[in-house]
C-alpha cells in the first residue's frame, strides 16, 4: 500500500515542478517584454536617427541665436515717432519683444547699430492683436522645439515605438507651424500704419525661415521612415541555439535555458 501512495504522489510532485517550470517561463517571457520597451544601448535604431536628431539642434540654434530686437528693420518717420517720441532716427531695428535705436557716428557721417547696446522696450501701447499673436505663437514654437530636440537625442541610446515616433513627426511639424506664425508682426500696426512705415526682415526672420525650413524637413525624416530596433545579439556564441534545438528541448531544459541565456544578456 505504501508503494502504490508513493507511485500516486511522484507524479504529484512533477505536476508541481512543471508548474513552476512554467511560472518561471512566463516570468523570463515578462522580463524580455521590459526589456524590448526600455532597452537602453547604443544606437538601437542604426544611424538613421542621428539625422533629423542633428538637424532638429540646427533648428533649435537658429532659435536661440536671436537677441529679441533684431527681428525687422523699420522704416517710416510716423511708426518710429510713435515708439521712441522722436523723428531723428532714419529707421529701428524691431524685434517682437524690444527695439534696438541706431547711433551716430559723427566720423563717419552715419547711424550705425551698436549690437552691444542693449535692447529698449517698447510702449504698452502701440502693440495690437497681430503683435501678440506672433509672440504667443514664437513662444510656443519655442517650447516644442526645446522639448523635440532633446526627446530626439534620447534616440541615440533607446528604443521609441512606431507610434512615438510618429508623434514626434507631428510635433515637429506643428513647431514648424507656430515657428511661421512669428511672421504675423510684419502686419502689425508700426509695419503698415503712417506714411512710407515698412517693415524690411533682417537677421532674426531671415534665421527664422531657416529654422522653418529645417523643421519641416525634420517631419518629413520622421514621417518618411521608421528605422526598426536592431535585436541585441548574445554575448556567447555558445549559448545561442538554433530552431530545431530549442523545439527538441523539455519544458524544463527550454525553461533554464533561457534562463542561462537572459542571464548572460544581463
Not at 547696446?117 to 506672433?134: R, S
Not at 532674426?204 to 518629413?220: N, Q, Y
Request: glycine share 6%.
Amino acid at each position: 500500500v505504501a508503494q502504490v501512495t508513493m507511485y500516486y504522489e511522484r507524479p504529484r510532485r512533477g505536476r508541481d515542478e512543471d508548474e513552476v517550470s512554467i511560472d518561471d517561463d512566463s516570468q523570463v517571457e515578462s522580463s524580455s517584454s521590459l526589456k524590448t520597451h526600455f532597452d537602453c544601448r547604443c544606437l538601437p535604431h542604426g544611424f538613421y536617427p542621428i539625422i533629423p536628431t542633428i538637424l532638429s539642434s540646427m533648428a533649435l540654434w537658429t532659435s536661440t541665436v536671436q537677441d529679441g530686437c533684431d527681428y525687422g528693420k523699420l522704416k517710416g518717420e510716423d511708426s518710429i515717432e510713435k515708439i521712441t517720441g522722436s523723428d531723428v532716427f532714419p529707421y529701428l531695428e524691431v524685434g517682437i519683444y524690444n527695439y534696438r535705436a541706431p547711433i551716430f557716428y559723427a566720423s563717419e557721417n552715419d547711424w550705425v547699430l551698436a549690437f552691444t547696446y542693449d535692447c529698449q522696450d517698447y510702449p504698452k501701447e502701440i502693440v495690437d492683436t497681430w503683435w501678440k499673436i506672433g509672440k504667443y505663437m514664437t513662444i510656443i514654437s519655442s517650447v516644442l522645439a526645446g522639448s523635440l530636440c532633446l526627446f530626439l537625442w534620447f534616440t541615440t541610446c533607446m528604443t521609441f515605438s512606431k507610434r512615438t515616433w510618429r508623434f514626434c513627426a507631428v510635433e515637429s511639424l506643428f513647431a514648424a507651424l507656430c515657428r511661421a506664425g512669428s511672421f504675423f508682426f510684419f502686419l502689425t500696426s508700426i509695419c503698415n500704419d503712417g506714411i512710407g512705415s515698412e517693415c524690411l526682415f533682417a537677421f532674426g526672420s531671415k534665421v527664422d525661415i531657416l529654422g522653418i525650413f529645417l523643421w519641416l524637413v525634420v517631419g518629413c525624416l520622421l514621417l518618411g521612415h521608421y528605422p526598426n530596433p536592431k535585436l541585441r545579439k548574445a554575448l556567447e556564441d555558445d549559448t545561442v541555439q538554433s530552431e530545431e534545438e530549442m523545439a527538441n528541448l523539455q519544458p524544463r531544459q527550454l525553461s533554464t535555458q533561457r534562463r542561462n541565456i537572459q542571464a548572460q544578456r544581463g
